[in-house]
């Protein structure tokens, strides 16, 4: 995504002189509406949340923030339900909204001890992964897959599934070694291999059902600087090398940029080279010039395609070196909605030419890059890379967008190819879905039912996945 903007503008400028009026009076140029907004409180006088792209709402009943377990196991037994916690709101799935009680962690944050010689950590739920990034940096540890996005709470992050990249990698819940949580009863637990196994390995990635998670213990790795490299290639250059760029580097993934034939290729790799100066982010003036371009040229795929590639041919590769903290997860202010599976990785790449072919065939309006990542296995009961290599695919959509072509032209391809949806992002899948896709699906509901038997955990979603109501 490293376009120069000054470049795309000069492109575009330059099409100016030989696009015919009726292109540009088909073209979408002008100010974009806002979606329409909810109320700011319902007839009752409860005050609107909503989730970081605006898709999900809701108007509790009551809030709360804990600032101690204690608090909370009481929290849990008197207050009205559901209770469902809630960190940044970066789930597009309604795992938060309810009617109930609205938990936020954001009193119980920061490290709470750690271990030099085993490189763990045990920290509060609520911490941030951002802050978490700077805080193990203290103590010499790292993480060493972290999430596109670092804003979560980590008990968030990891009760969703919440990854980065990397063939030899597991998601964030992946490198958890033990966990603490209130169950639905105020019942404070301590869970690893040893203790509670069964729900340690139900709760790791949890989506909140299972109880609340208020300590997080993580096997990090000592602090490494890494290498960030950042180039423009052909998709199909890319599609044939990734198998050989995927084993050749530690974090890895690339973004095809729609209607240009041309992909970003971002890769990590441990170095011990002294930190580099990092130029100023252009990702995101970059991903704005992709929406002026379709704006601009939407009504004419090939002329679209001709100026991307021209502007995109002369744009210089992006090296940079700093800890992997620092570079792993990027800022993201234009806000979207996302769809993401996880597919076996031999199905990753032909999955992702039939939904290439679909968007740029269908749906001209799309810009977003579709982003490719793969990630190591784990045994989290409720883990979409449970069990096997997983090559992921995520399609997004620009928040003022519509966004049901998600639905009606994605999910199918992903289904097809045996998917598994992330659980923070949209899919329309209900419990008999994931109990096919998943092994211990059923073991997880039942352990659920007895862990929670009066649901004080599950809002209107969870229950139908759950099948609980």
């Known amino acids: 995504m490293m376009v120069s903007r000054r470049s795309l503008f000069l492109g575009m400028a330059g099409v100016a002189a030989v696009a015919g009026a009726g292109g540009w009076a088909a073209s979408r140029v002008g100010v974009q509406p806002e979606p329409p907004a909810p109320p700011g409180q319902d007839e009752a006088g409860r005050l609107l949340w909503r989730n970081w792209s605006g898709i999900q709402t809701a108007y509790p009943a009551q809030r709360a923030a804990p600032g101690s377990e204690g608090e909370l196991a009481a929290l849990v037994r008197t207050a009205p339900g559901p209770l469902r916690a809630v960190g940044s709101g970066h789930s597009f799935m309604p795992l938060v909204p309810t009617p109930g009680t609205l938990v936020t962690l954001d009193r119980m944050t920061g490290l709470i001890s750690h271990d030099k010689a085993t490189s763990t950590a045990v920290a509060w739920g609520g911490t941030r992964l951002a802050d978490l990034g700077a805080a193990l940096a203290g103590i010499g540890q790292e993480m060493p897959n972290l999430?596109?996005?670092?804003k979560q709470s980590l008990a968030g992050a990891t009760a969703t599934g919440t990854h980065g990249t990397g063939a030899t990698l597991p998601a964030?819940?992946?490198?958890?070694?033990?966990?603490?949580?209130?169950?639905?009863?105020?019942?404070?637990?301590d869970c690893d291999v040893a203790r509670n196994a069964e729900l340690f390995q139900a709760a790791?990635?949890?989506l909140g059902a299972f109880g609340i998670v208020?300590?997080?213990?993580?096997?990090?790795?000592?602090?490494?600087?890494?290498?960030?490299?950042?180039w423009l290639q052909p998709l199909e250059q890319t599609l044939a090398d990734w198998p050989r760029l995927h084993q050749a580097h530690r974090n890895i993934e690339f973004y095809y940029l729609p209607f240009t034939d041309m992909t970003a290729v971002i890769t990590h790799d441990e170095t011990d080279e002294p930190a580099t100066v990092r130029p100023p982010a252009q990702d995101n003036e970059a991903l704005l010039d992709l929406k002026k371009l379709r704006d601009w040229?939407?009504?004419?795929?090939a002329l679209r395609r001709r100026v991307a590639r021209q502007v995109m041919s002369g744009l210089e590769p992006e090296r940079v070196v700093d800890e992997s903290w620092r570079l792993l997860s990027n800022e993201r202010p234009v806000r979207f909605n996302e769809m993401e599976f996880h597919l076996p990785l031999e199905a990753q790449v032909g999955a992702l030419q039939e939904v290439i072919a679909a968007i740029e065939g269908q749906r001209n309006d799309v810009f977003f890059p579709i982003e490719a990542r793969i990630v190591a296995p784990d045994d989290a009961w409720l883990s979409p890379f449970q069990g096997r290599m997983t090559g992921s695919i995520a399609v997004h959509a620009y928040y003022k967008d519509q966004y049901d072509f998600l639905?009606?032209?994605?999910?199918p391809i992903m289904r097809r190819h045996g998917g598994r949806p992330h659980w923070g992002k949209l899919n329309s899948l209900k419990r008999a879905d994931f109990a096919a896709l998943?092994?211990?699906?059923?073991?997880?509901?039942?352990l659920r039912r007895q862990m929670d038997p009066e649901g004080r955990f599950l809002n209107d979603y969870l229950r139908g996945v759950f099948a609980d109501a």
């Open 172 to 189: 964030l819940h992946g490198n958890i070694t033990a966990l603490r949580l209130v169950t639905g009863r105020g019942d404070i637990l």
């Open 297 to 301: 040229l939407g009504w004419s795929p």
């Open 214 to 230: 208020t300590q997080v213990t993580l096997q990090n790795s000592p602090l490494k600087r890494v290498e960030r490299n950042v």
């Open 438 to 446: 998943y092994p211990r699906f059923n073991d997880a509901a039942e």
């Open 407 to 411: 639905y009606q032209l994605v999910e």
């Open 204 to 206: 790791r990635l949890g």
């Open 147 to 150: 999430p596109d996005i670092n």
